[in-house]
């Protein structure tokens, strides 16, 4: 299995320029994970689907991101407009189910708003 | 909902010393607890987890331990190796991954 594949592994935008983020999980893993990581914040869960349907969007932090799991290979995490703020690594993960199965990460989306 | 504290959130050790991380948790309920190193500019890798009913585990220079009264559990590093300077991140799991904050631990040659 080639694991958690996210694209693109680097984004470059100006402010208020719409970016989307995309994620294949690993395949029959029925949860997928969208994170937020930074120095300030760390490890920030900002959605969760189990089985393509969102269960806890509590921390996706506005309006301007957006998720959807269309079907079971295929995730995306849009956010617009974007602004210098949303500048991160944006890390997908998927599991087996949540609760007792680790995660497993892709290599994340290196986003850079200018 | 769950609250995991991780320390310390830097570490610094000597080659061949051992290092240790602890967490604690809040919800009783949480019943999963899976250690994470994430090395500079690469994603989170689970490295070894431990489930409720177990009290140790060990897999070759790592093991953790819990202590479900106390509700903590701790990473053991020993015979630390340059390669292992790395983030820690802890997590204790309910319906999701409540992760710690993260040790920066390094080893110094």
């Known amino acids: 299995d080639a694991g958690v594949i996210q694209s693109p592994r680097h984004e470059v935008t100006e402010m208020g320029q719409e970016v989307t983020l995309r994620c294949k999980p690993i395949s029959g893993h029925n949860s997928l994970f969208w994170y937020r990581q930074t120095m300030m914040r760390g490890l920030e869960l900002l959605i969760y689907f189990n089985n393509n349907v969102p269960i806890d969007d509590s921390g996706m932090p506005e309006d301007r991101f957006s998720a959807k799991m269309p079907n079971a290979s295929f995730s995306t995490l849009k956010i617009q407009p974007s602004e210098p703020r949303d500048s991160a690594v944006y890390f997908c993960?998927?599991?087996?189910?949540?609760?007792?199965?680790?995660?497993?990460f892709g290599s994340g989306t290196r986003l850079t708003v200018v | 909902g769950e609250n995991v504290e991780q320390h310390p959130s830097t570490l610094s050790v000597q080659e061949g010393d051992s290092a240790v991380i602890k967490c604690t948790y809040s919800d009783s309920a949480s019943n999963y607890f899976p250690w994470y190193k994430q090395e500079l500019g690469k994603r989170p890798q689970l490295i070894i987890d431990?489930?409720?009913?177990?009290g140790e585990k060990k897999d070759q220079r790592i093991a953790v331990t819990l202590n479900k009264t106390a509700k903590h559990f701790s990473l053991h590093i020993t015979e630390t190796q340059p390669e292992d300077s790395a983030v820690y991140f802890c997590?204790?799991?309910?319906?999701?991954?409540?992760f710690g904050t993260g040790t920066s631990l390094t080893v110094i040659p």
């Open positions: 997590a204790a799991t309910g319906n999701q991954f409540y």
């Open positions: 993960a998927s599991s087996l189910q949540t609760g007792n199965y680790g995660y497993t």
């Open positions: 431990i489930r409720s009913n177990v």
